[in-house]
T-cell receptor
Framework: QKEVEQDPGPLSVPEGAIVSLNCTYS??????FMWYRQYSRKGPELLMY????GNKEDGRFTAQVDKSSKYISLFIRDSQPSDSATYLC???????????FGPGTSLSVIP | EADIYQTPRYLVIGTGKKITLECSQT?????MYWYQQDPGMELHLIHY???????EKGDLSSESTVSRIRTEHFPLTLESARPSHTSQYLC???????????FGSGTQLSVL
């Protein structure tokens, strides 16, 4: 079983839609949860990270962690064509551990 | 914008050639990483370094080697390229903790 799983998509939504991207993880020792965005032919860039359970909001983006169900979500409000990218979830046990990445979900926002 | 640079961006090369992929960062980060990424697949850590003269193999076995003689520079070398090495190679750095990795734009390697 992979440590972090994501539906690879592709996911296609109309501009302005609310997007929900999800990951599940297998190890309850994970405590740090990150979302990276990767545009085509580019390296990933960190969007958001959260520690332990709860929500974190940054503009149109909300990250949610439910440790009881080992479920991580990223919500994008008022989606824009510029949000079209692959979204990678990632986890850490401690902040000094090696990062474990999911395979990513490809998102297309159609104008 | 992250100050981590990879060259070349694209490389097409024949089997058996020796290649070096360059990675440099200007942020003074001690930790640097090489990841391999195939289309639609997760990032796999192949090498990492926590400082000068420190290198370790990652989770995915790789025939490549790395060196870390200067803090800012972390090149990856393949002594004899093969078609199975065709992939995207991404360099990253972080400091002091790992919640935030800074990635370069990657090198897309094609071995014919």
């Amino acid at each position: 079983q992979k440590e972090v799983e994501q539906d690879p998509g592709p996911l296609s939504v109309p501009e302005g839609a609310i997007v929900s991207l999800n990951c599940t993880y297998s190890n309850s020792a994970f405590q740090y949860f990150m979302w990276y965005r990767q545009y085509s032919r580019k390296g990933p860039e960190l969007l958001m990270y959260t520690y332990s359970s709860g929500n974190k909001e940054d503009g149109r983006f909300t990250a949610q962690v439910d440790k009881s169900s080992k479920y991580i979500s990223l919500f994008i409000r008022d989606s824009q064509p510029s949000d079209s990218a692959t979204y990678l979830c990632a986890t850490l046990k401690t902040s000094y551990d090696k990062v474990i990445f999911g395979p990513g979900t490809s998102l297309s926002v159609i104008p | 914008e992250a100050d981590i640079y990879q060259t070349p961006r694209y490389l097409v090369i024949g089997t058996g050639k020796k290649i070096t992929l360059e990675c440099s960062q200007t942020m003074g980060h001690d930790k640097m990483y090489w990841y391999q990424q195939d289309p639609g697949m997760e990032l796999h850590l192949i090498h990492y370094s926590y400082g000068v003269n420190s290198t370790e193999k990652g989770d995915l076995s790789s025939e490549s080697t790395v060196s870390r003689i200067r803090t800012e520079h972390f090149p990856l070398t393949l002594e004899s390229a093969r078609p199975s090495h065709t992939s995207q190679y991404l360099c990253a750095s972080s400091a002091p903790t790992n919640e935030k990795l800074f990635f370069g734009s990657g090198t897309q390697l094609s071995v014919l």
